[in-house]
T-cell receptor, first 111, second 114 residues
Framework: GESVGLHLPTLSVQEGDNSIINCAYS??????FIWYKQESGKGPQFIID?????DKRQGQRVTVLLNKTVKHLSLQIAATQPGDSAVYFC??????????FGKGTTLSVSS | EPEVTQTPSHQVTQMGQEVILRCVPI?????FYWYRQILGQKVEFLVS????????KSEIFDDQFSVERPDGSNFTLKIRSTKLEDSAMYFC????????????FGPGTRLTVL
């Protein structure tokens, strides 16, 4: 089975709405989590990260929430814009150096 | 802002041929990585590299694959005898340290094996 996954493969929102993208992980030993954004034909772009000693971290228009009790990670995007349309991946670091990626959620923003 | 660069952007090769994918990591980073992404699928870890040796590798990274840092700036991935199933996007990444530092990804090389 997969260690990291996302609940929904696609999410469609209207411009200006808030978006919430979810991710479940199974390894309780993971201590570092990252959200990446991937636009078509490009590499994963760092959005925000969080360490396991935190439960919330905010960036510019984005917030990551970590619930270690249920092993759940979410990315909240405020006032979603058409430029936010992309595939969003969560990734975790379990041990060592590798990042383990989930399958991704495709966010479509219509104006 | 410093970024990871990769060349070529697209490589087409015949099955059985050797290919070398090149990367220039961010200059003050110490850890380098290769990942691959088969079309429509998730990103998969291949290998990490530090201090001129492999730190960690996945099951995908078999004897057909090798990595090298030939000079102070380049980091390469070599596939000795390409197979059809090696067709994918290959991403290089780098980080200052592993584990709790962000890995920054390059734009990728699309490898097509015919």
């Amino acid at each position: 089975g997969e260690s990291v996954g996302l609940h929904l493969p696609t999410l469609s929102v209207q411009e200006g709405d808030n978006s919430i993208i979810n991710c479940a992980y199974s390894n309780s030993a993971s201590d570092y989590f990252i959200w990446y954004k991937q636009e078509s034909g490009k590499g994963p772009q760092f959005i925000i990260d969080i360490r396991s000693n935190m439960d919330k971290r905010q960036g510019q228009r984005v917030t990551v929430l970590l619930n270690k009790t249920v092993k759940h990670l979410s990315l909240q995007i405020a006032a979603t814009q058409p430029g936010d349309s992309a595939v969003y991946f969560c990734a975790e670091n379990q041990a060592g150096t590798a990042l383990i990626f989930g399958k991704g959620t495709t966010l479509s923003v219509s104006s | 802002e410093p970024e990871v660069t990769q060349t070529p952007s697209h490589q087409v090769t015949q099955m059985g041929q050797e290919v070398i994918l090149r990367c220039v990591p961010i200059s003050n980073h110490l850890y380098f990585y290769w990942y691959r992404q088969i079309l429509g699928q998730k990103v998969e870890f291949l290998v990490s590299f530090y201090n001129n040796e492999i730190s960690e590798k996945s099951e995908i990274f078999d004897d057909q694959f090798s990595v090298e840092r030939p000079d102070g700036s380049n980091f390469t991935l070599k596939i000795r005898s390409t197979k059809l199933e090696d067709s994918a996007m290959y991403f290089c990444a780098s980080s200052p340290t592993p584990r709790t530092d962000t890995q920054y990804f390059g734009p990728g090389t699309r490898l097509t094996v015919l």
